[in-house]
């Protein structure tokens, strides 16, 4: 097979005509296009997609603070080594830019697609993987405003065929002790007895863990599998000290995470059962695999974070679904009407409720430009007179 | 004291003419300038300029994804407790930006400086520092290119009166150990056997102990008295591992920490003897002064990162004047010309050769307007058609 080159990395802000002041990550989304030797690759970097933009092509600060483009643009594409190598390649060349590993995100993504589609193979088995296994979906969800919300939220949720639920953010943490536990049980009596009841703090108690414990009571009380970020992501000793308080109730974390060495310190030091990557934000695909087997060899359940498209939702479960123990996944319910219309193919739940990652070469999804576009921002940056990003026509 | 809120927060980027591929990260700041009922302030932002502008002014992705600048404005500013309000604000609103902190860092620093003025108080007073006490400089400088140039460095430097110097990046952990070895010796000859001898590898071993530890022989042979960042920050097993090996040659790291639970991190796993902090990426004088605290407790030295202005110089001396035993502090003596032009005022060294943080209130620095004009590039930044950031008038 001859050697190709990568000719062109491009990024496309699209959002919703309206972005609330709610915890929806669903609400806009920058995708990614990598061309090489005649193929294409798509990808997604989660969240604010302005700083990635800026990012991608900032002018060089020094030697150790170059664009993230710089180390994209003209590398061999042959093989997973070069993917790996660009990695690293980036990383040394933009270590002063602490945006960079949120940009690089979407562009790995899109290299494992291009090489999947360049090899007719899909990115599970580029990663080694022989057989995927399915995946138990848990719908995740906002917390209503009222426990009265949350128990029909969790009716609903049950009704649509889900066996396992996370209700966060909110006024989850908020409120008063009671408060919470109010909405926790609700959920609890939403969803029936026997589903995974899973809570989702977001963060709220920084780092004081007694504001964390004061609430395992009505936590257990509800039969709670994971207490998802109680701490922000670095706040070991907080996480290690409350895990050992919680019982039953596992900790879950590491979304925050946006290198392999964040992740690594969550596992070693903070005491989480469930280890959650955002490929979209941790340096994608090749990044998220490298920590599902530190957590597997440690013991640890990796689990995928995911809050936007398909294109992302497949991006996330090529990591890990070769392995089986690794049962359940995040799945977003409510996504905004851009996070299901960029694609043209969707992860959809089978007869038994479960989801397969797409058999297709490269990450098996299709982007419906056609629609993308109608959720298109247009955007212009200029440095020194000069234009350094203006906004690409968005075409296959 | 009637009472003020932030009415302004201003980012400009400055530049050398040219920027050269080396690692030298004195030839762009990002200028910051907060206003609140009538007194001014003054911040940097360290490396990449334009990343952190469209940080500060990106359109929201969602409640926990906002521009910075939407956590600042109209805040009220009267005490240091408002310092510490508006830092929680910001990552709490801009948790999933992950440039936030880097952004943040010139606009906390900013708002020590305005409180400084507006109190009539240098701020390591307001900072409960009673007594500052001198720090001795270390020259911080890149090693040349061949051994014959970092000797005539190093003599260099003795000559000009330093009693320690840091040599790093180049050519350093690039080549063969012999070559590395040769460039170590050759430092120690041109500083004479008296002088603190420091060396910095620049992560350039990413995490590989082996090769560390393969230059510990010649780093010990020539008396060194730390070895900054073999790795990047995060590695922390393999700081750890190296550290037990390295004897007498301490480690040193930490400047790449984002926030304070990075730089905790490295204090509680990675076996550091100094936590180096750059008050312009870690989220300004406050976070800064929190690690300062941390690392005192634990038997930590902490010392400056610096290699900008010396405004950032004085922002960064704050956190540590009061403690003695935190003897050195890096001090750049071969910054670009906009690095040394941006000030009027400058942290020069005394007739023994020590630095002292500024009298004066604030950071005791005046920005001097007209240079730093000459060095402006500007910027524009349009989204959906609408101009959301252009460079400012550049004012007192």
Redesign the interface.
């Known amino acids: 097979m001859r050697s190709v080159t990568i000719d062109s990395v491009d990024f496309w ?1 699209l ?1 919703m005509p309206e ?7 669903s ?2 989304l920058l995708l990614v296009r990598v061309a090489a030797g005649g193929d294409v690759g798509w990808g997604e970097c ?6 990635s ?3 991608l ?9 170059k664009p993230v483009i710089a180390s994209v643009l003209g590398q061999r594409l042959d093989d997973v080594a070069d993917i790996a190598r660009i990695g ?1 390649l980036v ?2 060349n933009s ?5 960079a ?2 940009t690089f995100s979407g562009i790995d993504i899109a290299l494992w697609d291009l090489l999947g589609k360049r090899l007719d193979a899909p990115v599970w088995q580029l990663l080694g993987i022989e057989r995927p296994h399915p995946k138990r979906p848990y719908a995740s969800q906002l917390f209503g405003d009222t426990p009265e919300e949350t128990l029909q939220l969790g009716q609903a949720t049950r009704a649509a065929g889900y066996t396992a639920a996370k209700f966060g ?1 909110g006024p989850y943490g908020l409120g008063t002790v009671a408060d919470d536990s109010a909405q926790v049980a609700a959920a609890r009596v939403g969803l029936g007895p026997d589903a995974d009841l899973l809570v989702d703090a ?2 709220v108690w ?1 780092d004081d863990v007694e504001r964390a414990a004061a609430r395992l009571d009505g936590l257990r009380a509800a039969n709670v599998t994971w207490l998802e970020e109680p701490f ?6 907080s996480y290690r000290a409350l895990a050992d308080r919680a019982g039953s109730v596992g900790l879950a974390g590491g979304e ?1 995470s ?2 392999v ?2 992740a ?2 969550m596992i ?2 903070a005491g989480v059962r469930y280890i959650q990557i955002d490929a979209g ?1 941790i340096g994608g695909i090749s990044t998220a695999a490298e920590v599902a087997r530190y957590a597997r060899a440690r013991g640890v359940t990796y689990v995928n974070h995911t809050f936007t498209s398909h294109l992302a939702l497949s991006a996330s479960l090529q990591p890990f679904v070769g392995h089986a123990d690794d049962e359940i996944c995040e799945y977003p319910v409510a996504p905004k009407s851009l996070a299901w219309d960029v694609t043209v193919e969707h992860v959809e739940r089978d007869s038994d409720g479960l989801v397969h990652v797409p058999e297709r070469s490269g990450l098996g999804m299709t982007i419906d430009v056609e629609a993308a576009r109608r959720y298109l ?9 000069k234009v ?1 990003y203006e906004t690409p026509e968005l075409r296959d």
């Open positions: 802000y959002r972005v609330l002041d709610i915890g929806d990550g609400q806009d989660e969240a604010s997609p302005l700083t933009i800026a990012a092509v900032t002018p060089m600060s020094h030697s150790a603070c690293v990383r040394a270590l002063d830019l602490l945006q590993d949120h953010w977001g963060t920084i922000v992501s670095g706040a070991l000793a925050g946006h290198d060495w964040g690594r310190q070693d030091h934000r921002v247009p955007v212009e940056i200029r440095v020194g007179g350094v």
